[in-house]
């Protein structure tokens, strides 16, 4: 009996498989990080006319994933399948004009359009989540409405949806009205979307145990755990972090430390399209210690950061440009090339452009306007430097701010809380005599002390 029940299990199971589909078959072989068979499969579901599998296969070469990394491919197929109906894609395709993925060019009114359009009329539970999250967060093309992402996700069919799970998750991180902060329940829906194919839950995990969060203390080995669980999953930025332990000289670290592995991981991520792979391969190349130095695959490297569109390789790019480092020294190029980083975010680079147009460096024509400009914007962008130097300038009011105290120590404070030794002097400074603040000798000295401490830091 209980042989003949067996072989009706195992003939009802090959049955099963049987009917399922090749993009079925392929989702599968995906979530078993069995990418160069799932990408057959859905390059023949595809070929077949399976819009579904195209937008799979469009995400395969956006990461990767069983095939070269191709962002014109991956776009070409996006569109396609977005073309043929496939609301995954349709959904994914507005995401892309909104935050300028695939190089398709920024149109967020377009994107928005194309979304709002969609909602409207679909049920699919993967364009539902990704527009909740939208209205969740703040930062997005839409404006903060977490009363309406909740509307939207108790419209979602499918709860174990790999995004359904991510964004419950966030929501227990960050907690609302409805829902207080449980951490716990966060890990446990973030494992849950990372199972079911979500794996960028594990870049969520990782900081979670690498920082600490509420009641979870930093915990480094499940931070290792999930960067591995990130890496079999072919996750670039848990590559790109664990390359860095690994090449890592810091005495906590010193057990994982592994150059020869580190340098592997970053060129794998490079191959995936990473731009932070590629700065920091361009960093070993030009510091010569764990790669033979070599300023011209420096620059190499650094080039194709910023043709990423990655804020610091642009950065390095620029410096490169100045200073002739692999190429023939161009200040103009190496001036135009810092104001890209600037729009893909570096506050850094704005501040350099402030130093530029302030003092003439490199030969570049003085500009109080132009420094003013890119002054505030690397205090805007978060640069610890910017907002020191923008305090500074508050403290003394010049040509580009008018004295103004209060304003000093709100972004002198901002820089020493960032950690900046310079701006935790200065800081304990203004406490200490009470100058854009109320005087607080024990706030000195906190500041003072963390001026030691970070100094010690910065010698090790």
Not at 49 to 64: C, E, Q, T
Not at 196 to 201: D, Q, S, T
Request: with cysteine.
């Amino acid at each position: 009996m209980k042989t003949s029940f067996l072989f009706v299990a195992i003939i009802s199971s090959i049955m099963l498989m049987s009917c399922q589909t090749d993009s079925e078959k392929a989702d599968k072989l995906r979530i078993e990080n069995k990418f160069d068979e799932a990408a057959e499969l859905y390059q023949k579901a595809a070929d077949e006319g399976d819009a579904y599998a195209k937008w799979r296969l469009s995400n395969a070469y956006s990461n990767g994933d069983g095939v070269d990394w191709n962002e014109a491919k991956a776009l070409e197929l996006l569109r396609q399948a977005a073309q043929e109906g496939c609301e995954e894609a349709k959904c994914t395709l507005a995401l892309a004009y909104m935050f300028d993925w695939y190089g398709i060019g920024k149109n967020i009114e377009k994107g928005k359009a194309m979304l709002d359009d969609l909602v409207k009329t679909t049920n699919n539970s993967f364009v539902l989540c990704r527009y909740a999250e939208l209205l969740f967060h703040e930062g997005t093309p839409y404006e903060q409405n977490k009363e309406k992402a909740w509307r939207i996700l108790e419209r979602v069919d499918d709860k174990d949806n790999p995004f359904y799970c991510e964004l419950m998750a966030e929501i227990y991180l960050i907690g609302t009205d409805k829902i207080d902060i449980d951490v716990e329940k966060a890990i446990t829906f973030l494992e849950k979307a990372f199972d079911n194919g979500r794996r960028l839950a594990a870049n969520r995990l990782v900081w979670i145990y690498s920082n600490g969060y509420d009641k979870i203390k930093k915990d480094k080995a499940k931070c290792i755990e999930w960067l591995n669980h990130g890496i079999d999953s072919n996750v670039p930025d848990c590559m790109v972090d664990m390359a860095m332990i690994c090449l890592s000289k810091d005495s906590i670290l010193q057990d994982y430390r592994n150059p020869h592995k580190g340098v592997e991981l970053l060129k794998k991520a490079s191959l995936r399209g990473n731009g932070n792979a590629y700065y920091n391969l361009g960093n070993l190349y030009y510091e010569g210690e764990d790669l033979p130095k070599d300023d011209s695959k420096a620059f190499a490297n650094w080039e194709k950061s910023s043709n990423l569109k990655n804020p610091n390789g642009a950065s390095n790019l620029a410096y490169a440009y100045l200073e002739g480092v692999g190429c023939e020294k161009d200040v103009e190029k190496g001036i135009d090339i810092y104001k890209q980083a600037v729009d893909y975010g570096s506050g850094f680079s704005a501040n350099k452009l402030f130093y530029c147009y302030w003092t003439g460096q490199w030969g570049v024509q003085k500009d109080k306007n132009l420094a003013k400009k890119y002054l505030l914007k690397a205090a805007e962008l978060g640069d610890p430097w910017g907002c020191y130097n923008l305090g500074r300038q508050y403290f003394m009011g010049n040509d580009l701010v008018n004295k103004d105290l209060s304003q000093a120590f709100v972004y002198i404070k901002k820089a020493a809380d960032m950690g900046l030794v310079d701006a935790c002097n200065f800081l304990a400074y203004l406490y200490e005599n009470g100058i854009g603040v109320d005087k607080d000798p024990q706030k000195a000295k906190e500041y003072k002390d963390k001026t030691i401490a970070n100094s010690e830091k910065k010698e090790q």
